[in-house]
């Protein structure tokens, strides 16, 4: 019986950290989900901020949900690294692998713009 009340605790709690994810995601335009030692969030934030965007970061590291949050972004992600992760207008768009093909194919900018992130 203890094992299935931990199980229980375990899905219920993975369930609340998907739905804070998806809560923040849709908090604004542009969201991140980043750890403050990581040399690739930096990378990202940097790429923003030269772009004139200014995310919504959450530090998961910081956090004290941070580790829910972070298994959950890792089951959004089909296991692959959980940070950085990039939301835009809602909607997933990965990692950092995700997020730089889209800028170097020129898909960024007008996805920022849509999103409402940048205006010129």
Known sequence: MQYQNTRARQRSSSSDSLERVARLA????VVLFSSSSCCMCHAIKRLFCELG???MVYE????PNGKGMERALYKLLGNSPTVPVVF????LIGSMDRVMASHINGTLVP???EAG????
């Open 60 to 63: 998961l590291d910081q956090d």
């Open 53 to 55: 965007v200014s995310p």
């Open 117 to 120: 992130a940048l205006w010129l």
């Open 26 to 29: 849709s908090g604004s335009a």
């Open 88 to 91: 835009i207008g809602g909607e």
């Open 111 to 113: 996805r920022l713009k």
